[in-house]
């Protein structure tokens, strides 16, 4: 037991590290009507690799990335709002993807752990995959950190200043979808956006700028993980949401600290 729970924790610290900036980006740029559509497009993913008998890791990294890629593609064309588009997307990817898998001959899936995260049944490949994702993200938004702050405050005046808006806003959702095909373990599809969220939120209140919401962002996730586990542990909840509600319960005690602005 005390091996499983050391995986638990170094998946969802693995996780929480990376939910951090990535979630300040989120929370800056209004984007967790996207996250929600990319987390619903990973149970679909999950269908295609069974049906395509391929690694279902795999499977749902590379149907989250077409997801994301397709978002930007429908997005230039203006013919639908921007969540029109979303929940038309996020809903059919997910109903489809529930339907998927109820048809897949012989298929022997548990629904509940998909939708709501398995942590305890985490492999040590798949924590160190976490990692290895986690380091490749952070480096990434180190790179392009400069350029993503400036197409967030005004996108416009980034073009102007030489920015290539197109390829760093493309760059950002193929990483939002990376995070989540890695993090569906943990949270599952339905609450992964959450754990983005909520941390960043809380950090929000505390932050003096940029870089230093983006710490506290991590900070919080990690501790939000902590909780979720400590609090399984002893009254047998479900981790998933056990850490989305510690997330939750931190966010609602900042509110009591005077806001500042990031």
């Known amino acids: 037991m005390t091996d499983f729970l050391l995986l638990a924790l170094l998946a969802g610290l693995g996780v929480a ?8 980006f989120v929370v800056w740029r209004r984007m967790a ?4 559509t990319l987390a619903h497009a990973a149970l679909l993913g999950v269908a295609a690799g069974l049906w395509l008998a391929i690694a279902p890791g795999l499977a749902v990294t590379l149907v989250c990335m077409l997801m994301a890629l397709g978002l ?17 997307l996020s809903h059919s990817s997910l109903a ?58 005004h996108e416009d005046l980034a073009r102007v200043e030489g920015v290539k808006v197109g390829w760093v ?27 983005l969220v909520i941390p960043a939120a809380t950090a929000r209140r505390f932050a003096t700028g940029p870089g230093q919401m983006a710490m506290l962002g991590s900070l919080a996730g990690m501790t939000a993980v902590c909780l979720g586990i400590a609090a399984s542990w002893w009254w047998d909840t479900p981790m998933g949401p056990s850490i989305v509600l510690g997330a939750g319960l931190l966010f609602v005690l900042s509110l009591a600290w005077p806001r500042r602005h990031s």
Do not use: C, N
């Open 72 to 88: 930007l593609a429908l997005q230039r064309q203006h013919s639908l709002a921007t969540d029109t588009l979303l929940g038309i």
């Open 96 to 153: 489809l993807g529930l339907i998927a898998m109820y048809l897949i001959p012989g298929a022997r899936m548990d629904l509940e752990a998909l939708l709501f995260g398995d942590l305890l049944a985490v492999t040590q490949g798949e924590t160190l995959g976490i990692w290895i994702t986690a380091v490749v993200v952070l480096a990434l938004l180190h790179r392009l950190w400069t350029p993503l702050l400036a197409i967030t405050v």
């Open 33 to 36: 009507y996207f996250g929600d």
């Open 169 to 195: 806003k493309t760059a950002l959702m193929l990483t939002l979808a990376l995070v989540i095909a890695s993090a569906m373990k943990v949270v599952g599809v339905l609450l992964i956006t959450a754990l």
């Open 17 to 24: 590290l990376v939910s951090g900036p990535l979630g300040a």
